[in-house]
C-alpha cells in the first residue's frame, strides 16, 4: 500500500466514522437515561433511510434537506413510541428482558410495515451528485460521503451544546450518572426519558437518511449497523458526545484498514469477513477494557 | 420545649414505609419547627435514612401524612416538595461524578421556579465554601471526601431551602473536617434555615441540635430537647458510651 492509497483509505474512514457517530448516539442516550437496549434502533434507521427515498421520489427534497427534517419528524415519532410503549416498562438499573423484548418486537413490526409498504426491493437515492467526486491532490473523495459527514458533524455538534448547556442535556446527564440524585433535585425522569427517547430517535431518523445516502437499503437495512452501534458504545462509553465519535473513529478506521492487511503478500482478511471486524472488537474491548476508551484517558476517582 | 402547630414547619404523622414486603418504619411520627435543629439519632439500620427519603418524597408512604407548612404533601412525588423549598443532603453525598463542581451545583436549581436565582445562589454558595470556587471546572468525582460534602451541602442550599435535611453530613470525614462541618450547620441554621439533621454522631448532632428524636429499629422510642436527650442515661449508655471518649461517626 502507497501512501496515497494509505491516505485515501483513512480520510475515507474519517468520513463514514461522522455518520457511524450520529446513529450510534441515539442509541446512547436512550441506554444512558432509561437503561434501555434500543433494538428498535436499526428500525429507525431503516425508515430514515426511505424516509429520505420517499421525499426525494415524490417531491424531489434533496436527500441531504430530507435528512435535517428526520430530525424534527423523528422526534415526534419516538416521543410517540414512548408514550405508547416505553413508558409501560418497568423502571430498572439494568437492562431488563422485558425491554428487550418490548424493541425487539417494536423493530420486527417496523421491518414488517416495511416490507408490506416498499417490498423486499433494494433501494438506493441517486441524485445527479451521487456519483461524482472530489479530486484534492491524490485524494479522491466521493462528494455524498464529504457532505453527509459534514452533516453528521454539525448535527454532533449541536447535540454536545445541548448535552453540556441546557437544563435538558443536564437532566439527562444527571440522570445517566446519578438517578437519585438527580430524583431529589425534582428531575422529571418520565418528562426527560420521553425527550431523550425523541431525541434518540431523532438521531437514529437522521443517520438512516445519511446512510440512505450512501449504501442500497431495504427494509432489513439497519441490523448491521445495529451491532456497529453496540460495538461504539462499549468502546466510547455513555457519558459524552465525544466518547461516541472517538468510538466511532475508531471502528471505522478498523473496519477499513482490517482488510488490507497482508501477510506474506496475501489478504488475511477476505471482504466477507468483513462484518466480523466489528463483532471481533466487540470482544476485544470487552476483554480488555469492559469501561469503554474513554476510561484510558480520564482519571476518575470513585465516589465514596 | 412544647412545639404550637403554627411553628411546625413539618409534621410527619404515623408513617409506615416498606421496602417490598420488609416494613422499615411503623408508625413514625414526629415534627421539626421553623427556624430550628431538630435531630433523629440512631443507630445504623433504624431507619433513619429512609425516614428522610420519605419526607423528600423519594419513597411512598403505606400510611400516614406528611404536613409541610400546613400542606398535606404526602402523594405529591419528589420534585412538587423540592418546588416547596424542602432540600435533601443524601447519605454518602450523591454527587454526579463526571459533571463539574459548578453544575453539581447548578442542578440544586434544576426547576423551573428555581432557575432565575441560580446565578446569585452559586455566588451565595462560594462565598460559603471558597474551595468549590477554586474547584468549580473540576469534576466532582476528584474532589476529596471533604469538599464533596461541602459540594452536596452546596447543591441542597442553592434553591434557597425553608427545610434543609441533612443525611450523615460528617460520615466518612476525617475530625478536623467533622468540626467543620458542624460549625456551618450551625451557622446556617444560625441565618434562619430549618434543619432537620439526622446522624450517627451522637455527640456533636446534640450539640448542634435544639430539639432531638431518638430511633430504633423502625420506631421512635424517646424524644425531647436536646440537652435532655444528652444527659438521659439511656441516650449516654447507647450511644455516648457512657459518657467518656466519644468516637466520631
Redesign the interface.
Given at each position: 500500500m502507497d501512501f496515497s492509497q494509505f491516505l485515501n483509505l483513512l480520510i475515507s474512514a474519517l468520513l463514514l466514522a461522522g455518520v457511524y457517530a450520529a446513529m450510534a448516539v441515539g442509541m446512547t442516550v436512550i441506554y444512558g437515561v432509561m437503561k434501555i437496549v434500543n433494538l428498535a434502533h436499526a428500525g429507525f434507521l431503516m425508515l430514515g433511510a426511505y424516509f429520505a427515498f420517499e421525499l426525494y421520489e415524490r417531491f424531489h427534497i434533496d436527500p441531504l434537506f430530507g435528512a435535517v427534517l428526520a430530525l424534527p419528524v423523528f422526534f415526534l415519532f419516538g416521543m410517540g413510541v414512548h408514550w405508547l410503549l416505553v413508558r409501560w416498562l418497568p423502571k430498572s438499573d439494568t437492562p431488563t428482558l422485558a425491554s428487550l423484548l418490548l424493541m425487539f418486537g417494536f423493530w420486527l413490526v417496523l421491518q414488517n410495515f416495511a416490507y408490506m409498504v416498499w417490498h423486499n426491493d433494494d433501494r438506493s437515492i441517486t441524485t445527479p451528485r451521487t456519483l461524482s467526486a472530489v479530486n484534492i491532490g491524490q485524494i479522491t473523495v466521493p462528494e455524498v460521503n464529504l457532505i453527509v459527514f459534514a452533516a453528521a458533524v454539525v448535527c454532533l455538534i449541536v447535540l454536545q451544546i445541548v448535552f453540556n448547556r441546557s437544563?435538558f442535556g443536564?437532566?439527562m446527564?444527571?440522570l445517566i450518572?446519578?438517578p437519585?440524585?438527580?430524583?431529589?433535585?425534582?428531575?422529571?425522569d418520565g418528562r426527560t426519558s420521553r425527550l431523550t427517547f425523541g431525541l434518540g430517535t431523532a438521531f437514529a431518523g437522521f443517520a438512516g437518511a445519511l446512510l440512505g445516502m450512501i449504501y442500497t437499503f431495504s427494509p432489513d437495512f439497519g441490523r448491521q449497523f445495529l451491532l456497529r452501534s453496540f460495538v461504539i458504545i462499549v468502546l466510547g462509553g455513555l457519558?459524552s458526545v465525544s466518547g461516541v465519535a472517538l468510538g466511532a473513529v475508531v471502528l471505522a478506521v478498523v473496519e477499513t484498514f482490517g482488510p488490507q492487511i497482508q501477510f506474506h503478500g496475501k489478504y488475511i482478511l477476505p471482504d466477507s469477513l468483513q462484518p466480523a471486524i466489528s463483532f471481533a472488537l466487540l470482544v476485544v474491548v470487552l476483554l480488555i477494557m469492559p469501561k469503554g476508551l474513554a476510561s484510558m484517558f480520564t482519571?476518575?476517582?470513585?465516589?465514596? | 420545649m412544647s412545639q404550637a402547630p403554627a411553628e411546625k414547619l413539618l409534621e410527619a404523622q404515623n408513617l409506615d414505609v416498606s421496602y417490598g414486603v420488609t416494613q422499615v418504619l411503623w408508625g413514625i411520627s414526629f415534627s421539626v419547627a421553623r427556624g430550628k435543629v431538630t435531630c433523629i439519632i440512631g443507630s445504623n439500620g433504624a431507619g433513619k435514612t429512609t425516614t428522610l427519603n420519605t419526607i423528600?418524597g423519594?419513597l411512598p408512604t403505606k400510611t400516614g401524612r406528611v404536613i409541610l407548612n400546613g400542606e398535606d404533601v404526602t402523594a405529591l412525588p419528589?420534585?412538587e416538595r423540592?418546588?416547596r423549598h424542602i432540600s435533601?443532603v443524601?447519605e454518602?453525598?450523591?454527587?454526579?461524578?463526571?459533571?463539574s463542581v459548578e453544575?453539581n451545583l447548578?442542578?440544586?436549581c434544576?426547576?423551573p421556579n428555581f432557575?432565575h436565582k441560580a446565578h446569585g445562589s452559586l455566588t451565595r454558595i462560594y462565598d460559603l465554601f471558597p474551595r468549590l470556587k477554586e474547584r468549580r471546572r473540576q469534576?466532582?468525582?476528584?474532589l476529596s471526601?471533604g469538599e464533596?460534602q461541602m459540594c452536596a451541602i452546596g447543591?441542597g442550599l442553592m434553591s434557597e431551602p425553608q427545610l434543609l435535611m441533612l443525611d450523615e453530613p460528617s460520615l466518612?470525614l476525617a475530625p478536623k473536617l467533622v468540626d467543620e462541618i458542624f460549625e456551618f450547620i450551625a451557622n446556617i441554621a444560625h441565618q434562619g434555615v430549618t434543619i432537620l439533621l439526622v446522624g450517627q454522631n451522637v455527640n456533636y448532632t446534640l450539640q448542634v441540635s435544639h430539639y432531638g428524636y431518638v430511633m430504633e429499629v423502625g420506631r421512635i422510642t424517646l424524644e425531647g430537647p436536646s440537652d435532655m436527650l444528652f444527659n438521659n442515661e439511656h441516650v449516654r449508655r447507647a450511644y455516648l458510651g457512657t459518657g467518656e471518649e466519644v468516637s466520631a461517626g
Open positions: 437544563w443536564r437532566s446527564r444527571a450518572q446519578n437519585y440524585a438527580a430524583q431529589i433535585v425534582g428531575v422529571d457519558d482519571r476518575k476517582r470513585r465516589l465514596t | 423528600a423519594v419528589a420534585r423540592v418546588n435533601l443524601p454518602g453525598r450523591q454527587l454526579w461524578p463526571n459533571m453544575e447548578m442542578m440544586g434544576f426547576l432557575r469534576m466532582a468525582g476528584t471526601g464533596q447543591r466518612g
